[in-house]
T-cell receptor, first 114, second 115 residues
Framework: GAGVSQSPSNKVTEKGKDVELRCDPISGHTALYWYRQSLGQGLEFLIYFQGNSAPDKSGLPSDRFSAERTGGSVSTLTIQRTQQEDSAVYLC????????????FGPGTRLLVL | KQEVTQIPAALSVPEGENLVLNCSFTDSAIYNLQWFRQDPGKGLTSLLLIQSSQREQTSGRLNASLDKSSGRSTLYIAASQPGDSATYLCAVLPFVGGGADGLTFGKGTHLIIQP
């Protein structure tokens, strides 16, 4: 079956612009995670969704970041007024409803802020 | 705050050798530990998941062990092949938050298998 998909695969934007990143989880997976991988920082957790429940936003790096999940499936991560330090690979993962199960990762979106 | 450390940061060995990658974590209150591989420009591929109540998991030439009390895990790769060349990442799912949190990752071991 299809894995986790993300779009776009690459995004180049100018400082100050808003960007939207999309994640489509594996069908039937109710848990969805966003991570960021940047040089020197490694992989860091951003936010998690379980079904339609409101997420804990405390892992987001600043209030310019927001995420939503519509209908318990597709999720979008929005970065407003992008800064150069936002340049990174944004990875999405999903897992079954049981949170302690294997997380399956998408290929990521490479964001470059000029 | 949970911290995950991987040693070595990089490793280069001839094909056919058995090798061990190390991972340590500071807080033993975890749900599970996962090993991933990441190929250049690609996402992460899950290799093995060890629940906190388990001691080891095996898949093919890979064997991962977990000693939760000492905060350590090892990934053993038998009879290494050039196709094993990748970055290997260790990650733990913390218990705090009821598992409703993300994985905490190490910075990875960059492995090169020389043909």
């Amino acid at each position: 079956g299809a894995g986790v998909s993300q779009s776009p695969s690459n995004k180049v934007t100018e400082k100050g612009k808003d960007v939207e990143l999309r994640c489509d989880p594996i069908s039937g997976h109710t848990a969805l995670y966003w991570y960021r991988q940047s040089l020197g920082q490694g992989l860091e957790f951003l936010i998690y969704f379980q079904g339609n429940s409101a997420p804990d936003k405390s892992g987001l790096p600043s209030d310019r970041f927001s995420a939503e999940r519509t209908g318990g499936s597709v999720s979008t991560l929005t970065i407003q007024r992008t800064q150069q330090e936002d340049s990174a690979v944004y990875l999405c993962a999903s897992s079954t409803r049981y949170l302690a199960e294997t997380q399956y990762f998408g290929p990521g979106t490479r964001l470059l802020v000029l | 705050k949970q911290e995950v450390t991987q040693i070595p940061a990089a490793l280069s060995v001839p094909e056919g050798e058995n090798l061990v990658l190390n991972c340590s974590f500071t807080d033993s209150a975890i749900y599970n530990l996962q090993w991933f591989r990441q190929d250049p420009g690609k996402g992460l591929t899950s290799l093995l998941l060890i629940q906190s109540s388990q001691r080891e998991q095996t898949s093919g030439r890979l064997n991962a062990s977990l000693d939760k009390s000492s905060g350590r895990s090892t990934l053993y790769i038998a009879a290494s092949q050039p196709g094993d060349s990748a970055t290997y990442l260790c990650a733990v799912l913390p218990f705090v938050g009821g598992g409703a949190d993300g994985l905490t990752f190490g910075k990875g071991t960059h492995l090169i298998i020389q043909p």
